[in-house]
């Protein structure tokens, strides 16, 4: 795969006053990962090539992909496809690149979401909106011990424009 096809398209920056191995732990734990993305769980391979997996609460696939950079504590990129009909085929493959770096007391925690080819605004609505809300869940979870339950539906005008391009949704 040739990273220099992929370009940033939607970045976030937050802080946590953590360290970089708890961060690290919460991205990359499914028993953490429930806690703050609304029952999802991440489960990886806890290495370069390995196997990454977002399963839904109810245990399907919802994600899958291999882990494309890994560096404990501070970089972790991975394939990101939602498993929906034909979504990957049509969109391409997503790169989710976490970035943990020492900022004083805290981590800034850097995600950035990569496209091979470029999408329209409706398309990365998606993400727009769950991302914000998956990490706020992450700081507050870390910093307090509780995570706000976050409840969201896909944005309709993601979903009408998936359907546009002859995509399926759930």
């Known amino acids: 795969m040739n990273l220099d096809q992929f370009k940033p398209l939607t970045v976030y920056t937050i802080y946590i006053a953590a360290t ?4 690290w732990e919460a991205l990359t734990s499914a028993e953490f990962s429930r806690k703050y993305f609304s029952g999802f769980a991440v489960e990886m391979e806890p290495r370069l090539g390995g196997k990454f997996v977002v399963r839904a609460p109810d ?17 972790l990129t991975v394939t990101w496809n939602v498993n929906w009909p034909d979504l990957v085929a049509k969109l391409g493959t997503t790169l989710v690149t976490y970035a943990i770096e020492q900022a004083g007391e805290a981590v800034r925690l850097t995600m950035s979401e990569r496209h091979d080819r470029p999408l329209s605004d409706d398309i990365l609505s998606g993400g727009r909106t ?11 979870l870390l910093e ?3 995570a706000p339950q976050i409840k969201m539906a896909p944005p309709a ?14």
């Open 59 to 75: 245990g399907s696939e919802h994600i899958s992909g291999d882990v494309f950079e890994y560096a404990p504590p501070n970089k």
């Open 130 to 140: 769950g991302w914000p809300a998956i990490l706020s869940g992450l700081k507050s």
């Open 157 to 170: 005008q993601m979903l009408e424009a998936l359907k546009a391009m002859g995509i399926k949704t759930p």
């Open 20 to 23: 970089p191995d708890q961060v």
């Open 144 to 146: 307090t011990g509780k």
